[in-house]
C-alpha cells in the first residue's frame, strides 16, 4: 500500500478522528450511516470544544445518574467568531444565518441535512497523508458508498486508539476533547469494533458527572451526551 508520514492523533479534529475510526483495515465503511451521521455530530462536537456552540436539550434524572432527551435538542450558538479550521468556519456562519432565519436549530433536523460531512472529512485526510485512497470504479452520489477505498495509515489510527482504551480504563482524568470522542466511539458501540471497553464503575461516574469526567464543565458534558446519543448504534451488537 506505500508508506504513509506518521502524525500524532491529537493534531486530528474530532470529525478527522471518527472519520479514520469508521474505517476498517480493508479501507470499508463499517457502517455507512452511523459514519455519516457520527461525522456530523462530532463537526457540531468540535465546535462545542472551541466554545462555540452547546446543544441544549430536557435533562432528568434516574436512580441519581443524569439522562439527556435527544428529542426534541437543539443547537445554541454562543460565538460566531472564526473557529480556527476553514470547514469549522464555514459550518458555523451556516449554521448562524440558519439560526437567523428559523430562530431555532434542530440538532435532528442538522443530523440529517448536512450529508456530506464524512466525504469532507475523508478528502481531508487524504490530502494529509493520513488516509490513502485507492480509486473506485462505481459512480455514486457519495463517494463513500462507492467501491473507492481509504485505506488508514495504521500508526496515527493505532495511536488513536490506544488513548480510547487508556481513557475506557477508568484510570486517567479524561479532558474534554477525550470525553467527547469515547463518548461517541461508546454510545454508538464502535468500541466492540474496535476492541475498546469501557468499565462499568466509569459509565456510572459518567451518569453522575464524577471520576474521570468531574473537570469537565456540566454544559460540555451535556453537550457530549446528547450528540452521542443521537449516533445510530451498530445494529449487529443490538439485542
Given at each position: ?34 459514519a455519516v ?70 440538532l435532528g ?64 482524568q479524561l ?65
Amino acid at each position: 500500500m506505500g508508506h504513509m508520514s506518521p502524525l500524532p492523533a491529537r493534531l486530528l479534529s474530532l470529525p478527522e478522528e471518527w472519520t479514520l475510526l469508521s474505517l476498517t483495515d480493508s479501507g470499508k465503511v463499517r457502517d455507512s450511516n452511523q459514519a455519516v451521521v457520527g461525522c456530523v455530530a462530532a463537526e457540531l462536537g468540535e465546535l462545542a470544544l472551541r466554545r462555540k456552540l452547546l446543544v441544549r436539550s430536557r435533562k432528568f434524572k434516574i436512580f441519581g445518574f443524569d439522562g439527556y432527551r435527544t428529542s426534541p435538542a437543539e443547537i445554541q450558538v454562543i460565538d460566531t467568531s472564526r473557529a480556527g479550521l476553514p470547514w469549522a468556519d464555514e459550518l458555523l456562519a451556516d449554521l448562524e444565518r440558519r439560526r437567523v432565519s428559523e430562530q431555532r436549530l434542530s440538532l435532528g433536523q442538522w443530523l440529517r441535512q448536512r450529508r456530506e460531512a464524512f466525504s469532507l472529512h475523508l478528502d481531508a485526510l487524504a490530502e494529509r497523508g493520513v488516509l490513502r485512497r485507492a480509486p473506485g470504479t462505481r459512480s455514486v452520489p457519495f463517494r463513500f458508498l462507492s467501491s473507492e477505498r481509504y485505506y488508514p495509515d495504521p500508526a496515527v489510527r493505532d495511536t488513536l486508539i490506544a488513548e480510547l482504551r487508556a481513557a475506557g480504563s477508568g484510570q486517567n482524568q479524561l479532558d474534554e476533547h477525550m470525553v467527547f470522542l469515547s463518548d461517541l466511539v461508546s454510545s454508538s458501540l464502535l468500541n466492540k469494533d474496535l476492541g475498546i471497553e469501557l468499565r462499568v464503575s466509569q459509565r456510572l461516574d459518567r451518569g453522575r458527572g464524577v471520576g474521570t469526567v468531574g473537570s469537565v464543565p456540566e454544559d460540555l458534558r451535556h453537550t457530549s451526551a446528547v450528540l452521542a446519543s443521537s449516533v445510530p448504534k451498530n445494529r449487529r451488537y443490538q439485542g
